[in-house]
């Protein structure tokens, strides 16, 4: 049975060096293959004409460009989402979210098809976990958004005349990652750092490390890991609950990690990096937006270097509770500003397309 071919985008630049080197061709000729994929961003094999006849051929006959084909693209009525159905070469299917805000381009990453971790209220929670991506399959999102933002970015003017984007989005180009899609990033940690390897190489996409944003349900091991390697990210903690049993009825994985070690592991994270975490809350009427709530939130977290994003709950088909109140928000926010703990409240952005947090779901 022949092998199946190499994602070109699993390779970082030094391993391209090393399998060019292996088929006998120069190191030269690896930095202009990177170029083509992370600086021209071709699709196609034959456009890289500068490179040798011979390593063409060997790449066409043992390789690919990764690229994930659109399944579907959908675009919220609100003008700054969309978001893409991306097919795998197994013929399991992942969400990737663009969001373009003035002055500011994000895609919303998957690290994984499906999730393990079952928040109640997450549609890809519901869906249950059925694989990993590779780190090739997390770059493909990255550069497939990044693609969409230089092709389309003729199209903005009249986006812009609406007051909905900047001008300076006709040079635009992908910006910020945040590792929030579908699947929990910290559980498929070595795929996803090798994947922000390759996407911060600095003669490639060259994402800076303050433009990428991880979100955990609180995996320990991997908070711990993150300080240990002083991976310089935003990390985004989801709480969801100020006790161990309110948390756990709404995060079945606080089980594994209870809220004392989630916290040990932050406060770790936060002195050996001298960084700050957010903390996510979900808004949930009359499950935790109480002011009591608010204060166990404030008592949880007071003196730690931490902000709180409230996020009024997005539908989804297996739960059915609904997002707290606006009012119920911003007294939240009076009673942490009291313990010195700054928050925002997330804005409802692509809910229209199922693009919203926790609403990521493919049916399998
Ligand atoms: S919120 Fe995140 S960790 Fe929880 S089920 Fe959804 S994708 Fe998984």
């Not at 992370?38 to 196609?44: A, K, Q, S, W």
């Not at 092709?151 to 300076?168: D, I």
């Not at 996407?199 to 711990?224: C, W, Y």
């Not at 939130?297 to 059915?320: C, D, E, F, H, R």
Request: aromatic share 6%; with cysteine; net charge positive.
């Amino acid at each position: 049975m022949a092998a199946a071919p190499l994602n070109l985008h699993d390779f970082t630049r030094s391993e391209l060096v090393a399998l060019v080197g292996a088929w006998d061709l120069s190191p030269v000729h690896a930095t202009r293959l990177w170029n083509y994929l992370y600086y021209e961003r071709v699709d196609n094999f034959a456009a890289m004409n500068e490179l040798p006849v011979r390593l063409r051929k060997r790449l066409e006959s043992e390789t690919t460009l990764g690229r994930l084909p659109v399944a579907r693209e959908t675009h919220s009525s609100d003008g700054f989402t969309r978001k893409y159905l991306l097919a795998l070469t197994d013929g399991h299917r992942i969400e990737t979210v663009l969001m373009r805000y003035t002055g500011r381009t994000t895609a919303c990453v998957s690290s994984q098809v499906g999730c393990a971790m079952g928040c109640v209220f997450c549609a890809t929670g519901q869906m249950g976990y059925t694989r990993h991506l590779t780190a090739g399959e997390i770059v493909a999102q990255a550069v497939h958004v990044d693609r969409v933002l230089r092709s389309t970015a003729a199209e903005t003017p009249a986006l812009a005349e609406a007051g909905h984007e900047s001008p300076h989005h006709r040079h635009e180009r992908l910006r910020n990652i945040v590792l929030m899609g579908m699947g929990e990033p910290l559980h498929n940690y070595d795929a996803v750092m090798k994947a922000i390897d390759i996407l911060r190489d600095p003669s490639g996409m060259a994402l800076g490390a303050k433009k990428i944003s991880l979100s955990t349900v609180g995996v320990v091991p991997g908070i711990i890991r993150l300080a240990d390697e002083r991976r310089p990210f935003h990390l985004a903690v989801s709480l969801h609950g100020a006790t161990q049993a309110e948390r756990l009825a709404l995060v079945p994985a606080a089980r594994a990690w209870p809220l004392d070690l989630l916290m040990e592991a932050c406060r770790y994270y936060v002195t050996k990096l001298e960084r700050r975490i957010f903390f996510e809350w979900t808004l949930i009427e009359g499950k935790n937006d109480s002011l009591g709530q608010a204060h166990a939130v404030g008592s949880l977290l007071k003196g730690m270097p931490a902000q709180v994003n409230l996020i009024p709950l997005n539908p989804t088909a297996g739960y059915t509770g609904v997002p707290g109140h606006q009012m119920a928000a911003r007294r939240f926010q009076e009673i942490l500003a009291g313990y010195g703990l700054p928050s925002t409240v997330r804005q409802r952005r692509g809910i229209d397309i199922g693009a919203g947090c926790g609403q990521l779901a493919v049916a399998e």
